[in-house]
């Protein structure tokens, strides 16, 4: 089985540091990468893909509501021409940067809030769809596994990831539990793993109670940001390759359904 280990990466800014980006990418095959909106700067983000292209990480996009005080975990609302703008606008930050430092950008992941709310809301969620497909049909959307966002996307034509978090746990519905709830950030190593697991011999989803949701996905994401976060990434994927997985950068998996 292929899969994908992932980490969103790039969210220092200015004298602010988050994470260890050096010690992931030695360990993720693909990087979401901030875009100024919730975190990263534009050094950041020209460090973080050329560390990328250093370590031969895949390098995506990692657009956000505009709301760097709240790290873009704050639900918005905006009209659909500005939603498209802003995540526009960032997708074509990072290619920018991406261009000079001789890589291509290869998928984009909404963040936080954003993200959380396209899982949900079926006109958002074609919102965003539409603005990738407007900036570049041949990007991979990495979205929630079994989210209104991967229906989206397909409707848009584009090649679509499904993704699975080792740190955060699931409700019934399959979405993401908030962080304002006990339990929704998993901070035990053993614990991360073990729920990766659960979900790979699921073959999706299994929210808190143990429901199991039969939906495909194709990548695994640890947070970045998260104090433990390199040692779950480093279990993570020890887990999965003892359990026979090839692990690949996104863009690499055969898995995908391609157009």
């Not at 526009?88 to 809030?113: C, D, F, N, W």
């Amino acid at each position: 089985m292929q899969l994908n280990l992932n980490a969103d990466l790039g969210e220092s800014f200015g004298a602010w540091k988050m994470g260890d980006d050096a010690a992931m990418l030695g360990i993720v095959g693909s990087a979401s990468i901030a875009c100024g909106f919730h975190a990263g700067d534009p050094l950041v983000m020209r460090r973080t893909v050329h560390a990328a292209k250093k370590a031969g990480v895949s390098i995506g996009a990692h657009p956000s509501y505009p709301d760097l005080q709240g790290f873009g975990r704050r639900p918005m609302q905006m009209a659909a021409d500005e939603l498209q703008a802003t995540v526009l606008y960032q997708l074509s930050a990072l290619a920018g940067i991406a261009r000079v430092e001789g890589m291509t950008m290869t998928h984009v992941k909404p963040h936080g809030a954003l993200s959380n709310m396209a899982a949900e809301d079926e006109a958002l969620a074609n919102r965003f769809a539409r603005a990738v497909r407007t900036f570049d049909a041949e990007l991979i959307l990495l979205a929630p596994a079994g989210s209104k966002l991967v229906t989206a996307g397909e409707h848009e034509g584009l090649v679509v990831a499904g993704e699975v978090f080792a740190d955060r746990a699931y409700n019934e519905q399959g979405h993401l539990v908030p962080r304002s709830q006990p339990g929704a950030v998993l901070t035990d190593t053993r614990e991360c793993v073990r729920h990766v697991l659960r979900m790979l011999d699921a073959g999706g989803i299994v929210s808190m109670s143990g429901r199991r949701l039969a939906v495909p996905f194709h990548s695994v994401c640890v947070h970045g940001d998260n104090a433990h976060a390199v040692e779950v990434a480093r279990a993570v994927r020890k887990a999965l390759e003892d359990s026979g997985c090839e692990l690949k950068p996104l863009a690499q998996l055969s898995t995908l359904g391609r157009r």
